[in-house]
């Protein structure tokens, strides 16, 4: 991935400009996106608002993305093909839908969970939104 320090610099600026805190790294938040994708593959293994907060990466990312100030930088187009990736890859393995209370107000990716989960998680969606999950060990 061509990925440069100017890119990168820019990113942090963007996300410290949210309030997150120093140390704030593109490439890990595409690395925490792309394990939470993979956790999910397994049959992700929290309660919900642990999913909810793992999530919220990927909300951080699309802050950067709809930055205009990072879309002319080397390495934009590359950071971006690699979270379409990952967000193939989330789209493929989420695929039960859930009744938000403002849709809107969310993006795709808080719309849909995964198909498998732990009990816990499993019984949070079914209490919170009428769904029912495999249960995974």
Do not use: K
């Not at 704030?24 to 938040?29: F, G, H, M, P, T």
Request: net charge negative; charged share 30%.
């Amino acid at each position: 991935m061509g990925i440069g320090t100017e890119f990168l610099q820019a990113y942090e600026r963007v996300q410290l400009a949210t309030g997150r805190r120093e140390g704030v790294s593109a490439l890990r938040d595409l690395a925490s996106w792309r394990g939470f994708v993979n956790a999910c593959a397994a049959g992700y293994d929290d309660v919900f608002p642990e999913y909810v907060f793992d999530i919220g990466v990927r909300d951080d990312i699309e802050r950067a993305l709809a930055d205009e100030s990072l879309r002319g930088l080397p390495g934009f187009a590359d950071f971006s093909a690699a979270v379409q990736t990952v967000d193939e890859r989330f789209r493929e393995i989420a695929t039960v839908g859930i009744q938000l209370a403002d849709p809107e107000a969310l993006a795709w990716w808080h719309h849909v969970i995964p198909p498998r989960g732990s009990e816990e998680f499993a019984e949070d969606v079914r209490r919170w939104f009428g769904v029912t999950i495999e249960v995974v060990d």
